[in-house]
């Protein structure tokens, strides 16, 4: 090649051609398990793929598809969370049972290394694909279907399914298909879509007693946040008290949310996925018998709204309590504003003040420095007054004083003005402002 391949092409391109039910010629029998597969095995699910394979295999594979037998085939495929296996292979009514797990063979074989997998199983699916309906109700009555849960209807033109979505004593679901003359191609598009259907529906399901395990626990967070919210209206608790008790709440929300949000989101995601293969499926219902349609719709989007309605709740409660704190603290925010006006207030009046005694105490010191001036010059003029009789000490002192003083206010008055003269304005008011 001489262009430059971007290194996640082959990747994105690979991608579009997953998910491929294998090709399966009636009669037939399939084998699927769902499992969620944590970190802590990841290595034993390679290890097991790789003995299956014989080979090394690549980490990163989302993909397989192994030859266990000559007519025993093994799908595997990695979901976001959920790993798919699905064992296929010829059915054989003289080899074996219907509806028992085989006993003997390849097929049995791949079917007991696909259960010996590890992970939790969250679906588990026996399929059988007949020829025509003749065929298919012949295993329908062995299959032992509840009457009441019994489902079955048209896929597409010519398909015809049979199941009740129970749990069997095996462990598995059972699913009976009859091919009516589809294609290939039609009939393995058709199985693959039922059972993405069964499987997301199950995952998806899976966010139900999340749900009803978190509604409790949301009852119990609004009973509190409204008598909180009764209190805030009150005047028997303190700021102080009602803010820890709305923080409080605020982090046990939080901490549901994060508990429920992943799983929640999950549920509806693969809720969009299910109402997606339903539509694809084309179903046609058949008289007297309940379609997979109405399953659905009957149980299976309650559920989901259930969870939808808990996140919306959730969120509902949550934005509550945020506007019973933001309203908290500007109460509290106005309060402080409040006390640090009166407390400036207080310090403005504590500085006129100040500044009122400072004037009176330069008054007091003009007078004392005139006072102790006049002592110091009495000296040396009644010095004079007895060397000349005629000079009057006391006549100059009493013209001197008032000199004196007033020369002393206004050298004050210059002292502080000096300095003084580099500070704002509204460290030294003036004089006129008092």
Aim: proline share 4%; hydrophobic share 40%; glycine share 6%.
């Amino acid at each position: 090649m001489h262009f430059s391949e971007h290194p996640l092409r082959r990747q994105i391109v690979n991608e579009m051609h997953l998910r491929r039910f294998p090709r399966l010629d009636p009669p037939a029998v399939a084998y699927q398990i769902v499992r969620l597969v944590g970190d802590a095995v990841q290595d034993e699910e390679w290890d097991a793929l790789e003995r299956c394979s014989g080979a090394s295999l690549d980490r990163g594979t989302r993909h397989l598809e192994l030859e266990w037998s000559e007519r025993c085939r093994i799908g595997w495929e990695k979901h976001s969370e959920a790993i798919t296996t699905t064992v296929t292979g010829v059915h054989s009514a003289t080899e074996q049972e219907p509806w028992t797990l085989p006993g003997v063979g390849p097929l049995a074989a791949a079917v007991d290394w696909m259960t010996c997998l590890p992970g939790h199983v969250v679906r588990a699916t026996q399929i059988f694909i007949v020829t025509d309906d003749s065929g298919a109700e012949a295993l329908a009555q062995r299959a032992g279907f509840h009457p009441s849960d019994l489902i079955s209807c048209l896929v597409g033109e010519k398909i015809r399914i049979w199941t009740d979505f129970r749990i069997h004593d095996e462990g598995f679901g059972r699913l009976i298909i009859s091919a009516n003359g589809a294609g290939d191609g039609e009939l393995s598009r058709s199985i693959q879509r039922l059972q993405e259907l069964g499987n997301y529906r199950n995952l998806s399901l899976l966010g139900l007693p999340v749900a009803r395990a978190g509604w409790a626990r949301l009852d119990a967070i609004e009973r509190d946040l409204d008598e909180t919210g009764r209190a805030l209206v009150g005047t028997g608790q303190s700021d102080d008290m009602l803010l820890a008790s709305l923080s409080s709440l605020t982090a046990r929300l939080l901490a549901l949310s994060s508990e429920t949000d992943q799983r929640l989101s999950a549920t509806s995601a693969y809720g969009k996925i299910v109402t997606e293969r339903l539509a694809e499926l084309h179903v046609r219902p058949i008289a007297d018998h309940q379609s997979l349609g109405d399953f659905i719709g009957r149980r299976f989007y309650p559920a989901v709204r259930t969870c939808r309605d808990f996140q919306t709740r959730l969120a509902q409660i949550s934005l509550r309590a945020a506007q019973f704190t933001a309203l908290l603290r500007a109460r509290i925010e106005t309060q402080i504003e409040n006390q640090n006006a009166r407390l400036l207030a207080s310090v403005d009046r504590s500085a006129r003040m100040q500044l009122r005694l400072q004037h009176l105490v330069e008054g007091l010191s003009a007078i004392a420095v005139s006072y102790y001036t006049l002592g110091l010059v009495s000296y040396p003029l009644k010095a004079i007054e007895k060397l000349v009789p005629t000079f009057s000490a006391t006549l100059v002192l009493g013209a001197f004083a008032p000199l004196l003083c007033v020369g002393a206010f206004v050298a004050m008055a210059q002292a502080r003005k000096r300095a003084t003269r580099d500070l704002p304005s509204a460290v030294h008011p003036a004089r006129g402002s008092d």
